[in-house]
């Protein structure tokens, strides 16, 4: 069985397929046939949009439920708030089988109850054949503020920059998948609230966090230099990437440093809460291999570099949009 | 110990700098091939020596040699109706004579697509037989022999709508060039190691200068300039194989024998930055013609232009550095490149920009 | 000008097809530019899809080992 054109009218057969596949896992005390939800809240939220649209749908490590649930999460997460609700929109392609939807929609469940964040709203659309590429999945995250002053514009002179793990698994495995390579590794796609909550706890000077996502490290440590106009050096011997994703990046030639990841992070902690930041690091089994990488030299200009093996300081380079492989 | 091993690295410069020292003066060391321009900027080699060994880099780099008519063949060759054009990934970022390359005439529609392995163009062929598909064949003679097993197996398949369009150039022509041309006279000249291991070390014996076949980790380029430097001192002037361990003095025989059953040797081709050059690239022999695209279908081509400003042509051959370019790093970048040495990874262009210097004052 | 990469032949699949593993990453590679074939376990260099060559035995580390001690020789030989 598969979704067809008429399981997006609106009518009759969009309420079965929302109940025999969507509702049948995701049932919750939001979800319902109203218009909208009504929610309580008070204090300060944090709101979050990303659209999902990865190819392929099945992934070493994943699949595109299990993503925007963690990707959404993790947006969150970087920026001091407790994830609470999320809604989703998706638009399917006709032809999908209900086999391949059910197997997002439970990944969805799973992935939400490691956080507990609740869908409160839906919805769902199809499209003909060739007008989408399988499924596309827009969430939208709010979550409530727990520790306020983390933002990207907030990094200092003296920082230390840390790495929540190795980089580059998800984009390699991704990029793997459509050159028909075979890796040994999974996507490192995760929920990172559990990894960073005990950081909101505990009293640890943190200025700023940003999940890496696509365009690696690179775009991110730019990001914060840009948003923050510092100047950002990391060390590439203290990098932890895994070796089959250098294997792969050998092989393609292609940047490790700008391939995606969709569960690390990176902080920019008071140079004194480097060696607390890193025991609770270390103490998870998400982020235990988290390393310091670098500092943040200095501020009034803005510049993200990194030293090379041998001594010399190069521009951290972001690549152009699309990784193409090289020959030589 | 490791590949990266710094204790050694920085033993061997100390070597290095004295025996420049001794013979007087900074040395020049034309690094042929593309990879090996990567590999120095990425390990900072050239830093390194800095003083004492300039790196003049050479044209080994195919996608930056691909002159501008050769990209507008490629453009009209994929705007054709019913074509699924394909070719190595860096090729699509080249821009032709009208500003646009095969990227951006995809996102106009056009069914254009990167591979990995040219041998993935029959699968495609055989998954979409009403289209025709078009390989767009280049590189250097490492790269050579892939296409000739494509061409094979497409002739034994009977395939009917697979085409290939052979770009394919040499190095010894191209060697001959720069040395004749006399550009900022070298002292030496670390050989592609990856060609050498198709070809063999006979291709080198034709020139009077020290020539070093090198392999491409930081230390493998550090051997080859001490081999070049001790060449020096003694007055020698021969070609040796530092990279043993992948290079044979007869090469790949069998690679040999099939770019001989399928490809010949063209009378003329346009090189980017060289011009026309007798006798420096391949294309599709008599026996193999029916898969030959630029036999098969009749594509008019504009007249060819180049960018007024842009010097790729002097950097491609060693006449110019990229930061003498009044383009490099403002209106020619990796993200909106110019000329064919800022799109390639491995062209002189895009190995300053991504590996340029910062200055630190700390 | 070549990005070819050291890789081990870890299977041998008909029409002189391997699949090579470089460091954890696996594909299919063509045989065809090897004659005589390579032996499972042998060292190939992989370059856009083909094996071009049997590395020998002596590999990258042996190399700079090598590298290493003409460098030490060269030391004394000063002295």
Redesign the interface.
């Known amino acids: 069985m598969y979704v067809k054109l008429s399981h997006g009218g609106g009518a009759k057969e969009t309420r079965d397929l929302i109940e025999k596949i969507f509702l049948k896992h995701l049932k919750n005390e939001f979800l319902s046939y109203e218009d909208a939800t009504i929610l309580h809240l008070d204090g300060k939220l944090a709101i979050s949009t990303d659209s999902f649209t990865v190819n392929p749908i099945f992934f070493k490590g994943g699949d595109i439920g299990k993503l925007s649930v963690a990707g959404v999460v993790n947006d969150l997460s970087v920026m001091g708030a407790k994830p609470l609700y999320m809604s989703m929109g998706f638009i399917i392609e006709e032809g999908l089988p209900f086999e391949d939807l059910e197997r997002i929609v439970i990944s969805i469940k799973e992935e939400a109850q490691k956080t507990g964040i609740k869908l409160i709203a839906a919805d769902t659309k199809v499209v003909p054949k060739g007008l989408c590429d399988k499924i596309y999945i827009n969430a939208t995250g709010i979550g409530k503020l727990v520790k306020e002053g983390i933002s990207a514009s907030n990094l200092q002179e003296g920082d230390v920059i840390l790495v929540s793990g190795p980089i580059g698994n998800h984009g390699a495995v991704i990029m793997a998948h459509r050159n028909d390579f075979d890796i040994d590794i999974n996507s490192d796609c995760a929920s990172l609230w559990e990894a960073i909550e005990p950081f909101l706890k505990e009293n640890v000077e943190i200025h700023a966090m940003r999940d890496l996502t696509r365009g690696g490290l690179a775009s991110a440590l730019n990001e914060l230099s840009q948003s923050s106009n510092v100047e950002i050096l990391i060390r590439e011997e203290d990098i932890p990437i895994e070796d089959p994703v250098r294997g792969f990046c050998e092989v393609l030639g292609i940047d490790p440093f700008s391939l995606a990841c969709e569960g690390t992070f990176v902080m920019s902690i008071s140079k004194k809460d480097v060696q607390k930041a890193l025991d609770i690091l270390k103490s998870q089994k998400l982020t235990q291999k988290a390393r310091v990488i670098g500092e943040v030299i200095k501020k009034g200009k803005q510049g993200a570099y990194i030293q090379t093996l041998y001594g010399s300081v190069r521009y951290l380079e972001e690549a152009p949009g699309e990784l193409l492989p090289r020959i030589c | 110990?490791?590949?990266?091993?710094?204790d050694?690295?920085?033993?061997?410069k100390e070597?290095l700098i004295k025996k420049v020292e001794k013979l007087g003066k900074p040395i020049k060391i034309m690094e042929?091939?593309?990879?090996?321009t990567?590999a120095i900027m990425?390990?900072?080699?050239d830093?390194?020596l800095d003083g004492y060994v300039e790196f003049i880099h050479g044209p080994?780099?195919?996608?930056c040699v691909a002159s501008t008519d050769r990209i507008d063949l490629a453009i009209e060759l994929a705007r054709m109706p019913n074509v699924i054009f394909t070719t190595?990934?860096?090729l699509?970022?080249v821009p032709g004579s009208y500003k646009k390359s095969l990227?951006d005439i995809r996102s106009q529609g056009n069914d254009i697509r990167?591979l990995?392995?040219?041998?993935?163009a029959i699968d495609i062929a055989i998954k979409n037989k009403d289209k025709n598909v078009i390989f767009f064949a280049?590189?250097?003679e490492?790269?050579t022999?892939?296409t000739a097993?494509l061409l094979?197996k497409a002739k034994e398949m009977k395939l009917k709508n697979l085409f290939v369009v052979s770009n394919h150039v040499m190095t010894p022509p191209a060697i001959r060039y720069i040395l004749n041309a006399g550009i900022s006279h070298i002292d030496g000249i670390i050989g592609?190691?990856?060609?050498s291991?198709?070809t063999g070390m006979k291709i080198y014996k034709e020139f009077d200068m020290p020539i070093v076949i090198a392999?491409f980790?930081?230390?493998?380029i550090?051997?080859a300039v001490?081999m070049i430097l001790d060449q020096l001192i003694n007055n020698e002037r021969k070609v040796e194989n530092a990279y043993?361990?992948?290079v044979t003095e007869e090469g790949?025989?069998?690679?040999q024998k099939?770019i001989e059953q399928t490809l010949d040797v063209r009378d003329t081709f346009n090189w980017r930055g060289i011009g026309p050059l007798s006798k420096s690239a391949l294309k599709i022999n008599k026996d193999y013609e029916m898969f030959d695209a630029e036999k098969v279908f009749d594509v008019k081509l504009p007249s060819s232009k180049e960018h007024p400003l842009c010097i790729c042509p002097k950097v491609i051959t060693g006449k110019a550095k990229p930061t003498d370019c009044k383009l490099f790093g403002t209106q020619c970048t990796?993200?909106n490149p110019i000329g064919s040495c800022m799109v390639?990874?491995?062209g002189a262009c895009a190995a300053y920009?991504?590996?340029?210097?910062?200055d630190?004052c700390? | 000008m070549c990005l070819a990469i050291p890789s081990k032949i870890v299977e041998i699949l008909d029409n002189n097809i391997a699949i090579v593993d470089t460091m954890g990453v696996r594909r299919k590679a063509s045989l065809e530019l090897l004659n005589p074939k390579p032996k499972i376990g042998d060292y190939v260099l992989l370059h856009v899809g083909f094996a071009i060559e049997i590395l020998s035995k002596e590999d990258a580390l042996e190399s700079l080992k090598l590298f290493e001690e003409v460098m030490r020789n060269e030391d004394e030989f000063e002295r």
């Open positions: 110990m490791n590949l990266n091993d710094k050694i690295v920085l033993k061997a070597k042929f091939c593309g990879g090996h990567h990425r390990y900072a080699i830093k390194l080994g780099c195919p996608v190595y990934g860096d699509l970022r990227l990167s990995y392995s040219c041998l993935d280049i590189g250097f490492t790269t022999p892939p097993v094979k592609p190691g990856h060609v291991v198709i392999g980790e930081a230390f493998d550090l051997k001490n043993a361990r992948a790949n025989k069998e690679a099939l990796p993200e390639s990874s491995e920009y991504k590996y340029k210097e910062v630190l700390m």
